[in-house]
């Protein structure tokens, strides 16, 4: 299959951008022609942005793994669809051809039929980077079950909160799971998540690191038994069930300004036409190449470009169990040599930490493969920029600095690889069919132009998004008003998508960052009001407050100012204890890298914390910290400076 649709020169991208704005509709019906419908479409744009509604390819019928699997099977059964590396060097891979896949996730849809799951139903999927995990998921899609992955890295706490929204009826995971040096005990978190639960039927367990698990009666059902049920029983083929394309596909939580996260609703239709437009667009994609992805399914990265993305284009992806530092810090480079990557996407962090242990890892590696790389998740500093270009991709790759969110399924901005140019730390150009547009902080669009002679002219403000694509969010589950204010409600006719921006007049767009309260961690979501009630939580803390600061390896780190009135009295010891209730009520990734103990926060007399200030201390901008003289207690302030750390 070649990719009618690729945009091959920057003439071409100019003209489809044109197109885009000038026919949406007709834009988008002309790619969307090139996948399977069980029917086509009535209409195929029906929005407005004020309650929202969003909806595509109106009465279309089909389903996503027809397009993932299916569609190629008479063209490429034989070839890769999925390669896995196991967290361990030493331990065989395995490649999964088209082929195989299909049997796999047929097999295991009559597992999930057999065992009730039905269309509609919602299932969450908590398990470690294995191809089962792929195996799920578009099992669930081929059956019309709504999946809800969970990372692995998540805490019981967190999938109970998840599994109650959302819920779940249904749970598929695994004994453990490995990362690097670790095992994490899936089972027994799902145990601790499933306390109190009572509306779960089935929990199906994979087979892993085979550590001890408890299996309840009539509740758990070892995944490998039902396997062989169906194996005994000979049911092959499943055939796919028919979806609307404004059926829900998956669920997928994230964090926002609130402590409470939401959950992303992605539907079948426009969610496969946009991931896989962006996919064959953005990497360039060419037939037989290997493609790897460093994130985990869990996010909506390895939804999109693992998986989804990939897939449906008859592309060749990797999925690797492990991290990588671990056994060492060339792992990357030993996997691209392996499977002689041609695509590598990952994320700033992974870079700037590889960086921090210097050329050794990289030195007489065979990477000659790669031809294209990526960055996501968060801005990349130049420093990482310049040493990824150069001793990863040797000069001769172009890097796509792609800015994307959970809520827009795919890629929004970008260039386009070895198609339109790149600048370090810029996302550069809109894809065709995204329209943003700047706006201050009253919500007036500000005036901007595009100049044939561009002078470097720039402006900035809060990033928005005027006009619809297939990808967008269609509503958060269970609670649409939420969506309709967290998205659209902020500047109305607008999707608000909670970064900076700048544009320059030659059009490109650079990303500043979050403007709202939510953090980005490596490259992972996490809201401060999320943290501080996990903090607040432990026992002897009377108040928290959270911000971020500039960390070297993770971009933004946790800094948590801390009002402690308990008995302990050792600093180390009650900051461990902190860490530890965090870990408990999200997980580790939300723990703060640095705790400072305080007697107040600076609050306006209206009792609301100045966090602008908390934010400019953390940053050790101390001089400039701005008007305090409104605070209820300016003196605070000199406390917490002087207790920096
Ligand atoms: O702040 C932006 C940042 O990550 C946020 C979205 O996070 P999430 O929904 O977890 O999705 C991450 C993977 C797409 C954005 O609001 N972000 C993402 N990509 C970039 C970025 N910031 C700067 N440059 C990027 N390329």
Do not use: E, S
């Given at each position: 299959m070649s990719y009618p649709y690729q945009i091959n020169t920057i003439q071409e991208y100019r003209k489809e951008y044109e197109k885009s704005v000038s026919d949406p509709e007709g834009f988008w019906e002309e790619i969307a022609n090139h996948f399977t419908w069980r029917k086509k479409w009535n209409s195929v744009l029906n929005w407005n942005f004020t309650e929202p509604k969003i909806e595509w390819f109106t009465g279309a019928k089909l389903n996503i793994t027809e397009n993932c699997i299916d569609r190629h099977l008479a063209t490429k059964g034989d070839q890769p669809a999925l390669i896995w590396e196991p967290n361990d060097p030493e331990a065989h891979h395995r490649v999964f051809t088209y082929n195989t896949l299909y049997d796999k996730v047929c097999q295991f849809c009559h597992v999930l039929s057999t065992n009730g799951v039905k269309k509609g139903d919602r299932v969450l999927i908590y398990l470690g980077m294995i191809p089962r995990l792929a195996i799920a998921v578009l099992a669930c899609a081929r059956i019309g079950a709504i999946h809800s992955v969970v990372f692995g890295g998540f805490s019981a706490q967190s999938i109970a909160d998840r599994l109650r929204d959302a819920k779940a009826e249904f749970i598929i995971t695994g004994d453990g799971a490995f990362r690097g040096q670790k095992d994490i005990p899936l089972k027994s978190i799902i145990d601790d998540a499933l306390i109190g639960v009572d509306f779960v039927k089935r929990v199906i367990v994979c087979t892993r690191t085979r550590i001890g698990v408890s299996m309840m009666k009539g509740r758990d059902v070892w995944w490998e038994d039902e396997i062989e049920k169906v194996e005994t029983l000979g049911l092959k083929d499943f055939p796919a069930v028919e979806m609307d394309a404004e059926d829900p596909l998956f669920i997928l939580y994230t964090s926002g300004s609130t402590g409470k996260p939401k959950g992303v609703v992605h539907t079948c239709g426009g969610y496969m036409v946009y991931t896989n437009y962006t996919f064959v667009n953005v990497f360039n994609y060419q037939p037989g190449e290997v493609f790897f992805c460093?994130?985990?399914?869990?996010w909506i990265t390895g939804h999109s470009y693992i998986l989804y993305g990939p897939l449906s284009a008859g592309a060749t992806s990797v999925i690797f169990e492990g991290i990588p530092t671990w056994p060492n810090a060339g792992r990357l480079w030993d996997i691209i040599d392996k499977f002689k990557i041609n695509i590598l996407y990952t994320a700033p962090t992974a870079i700037r930490s590889l960086m921090s242990y210097g050329l050794d890892t990289v030195k007489e590696k065979d990477m000659s493969s790669l031809r294209v790389l990526g960055t996501v998740g968060e801005p990349i500093n130049e420093e990482a920029w310049h040493w990824y270009d150069e001793n990863i991709g040797k000069g001769n790759c172009p890097i796509v600095d792609t800015w994307w969110q959970t809520e827009t399924a795919g890629i929004l901005i970008t260039n386009l690889a070895g198609v339109t140019p790149s600048r370090p730390g810029w996302a550069t150009l809109p894809l065709p069919g995204i329209q943003p547009v700047l706006v201050d902080e009253k919500g007036d669009a500000i005036p901007f132009e595009i100049k044939d002679n561009p002078t470097g002219q720039q402006v900035s403000g809060n990033l928005c998004i005027k006009f619809p694509w297939?990808?967008?969010?269609?509503?958060?589950w269970g609670d649409h008003q939420r969506c309709r204010t967290t998205y659209f409600a902020t500047y109305p006719n607008l999707y608000f998508t909670g970064d900076g921006a700048i544009f320059e007049d030659n059009g490109f767009i650079r990303i500043t960052g979050r403007v709202d309260d939510v953090l980005n961690v490596s490259g992972h979501r996490i809201g401060t009001a999320e943290v501080e009630n996990a903090i607040n939580m432990h026992a002897g803390v009377v108040e928290s407050a959270v911000v971020g600061f500039p960390h070297d390896i993770k971009g933004q780190g946790i800094y948590a100012y801390i009002i402690y009135t308990g008995h302990q009295k050792n600093d180390d010891e009650i900051r461990r204890d902190i860490n530890m209730t965090v870990s408990r009520v999200i997980g580790a990734i939300a723990k703060p890298d640095k705790i400072q103990f305080v007697t107040g926060l600076p609050k306006t007399r209206s009792g609301k914390i100045m966090r602008r200030i908390l934010r400019k201390i953390a940053e050790n901008e101390?001089?400039?910290?701005?008007?305090?003289?409104?605070?209820?207690?300016?003196?605070v302030v000199d406390e917490i400076k002087r207790g920096k750390l």
């Open positions: 460093t994130a985990d399914i869990g297939p990808g967008l969010l269609r509503t958060t101390m001089d400039n910290l701005g008007d305090t003289t409104t605070l209820l207690d300016p003196g």
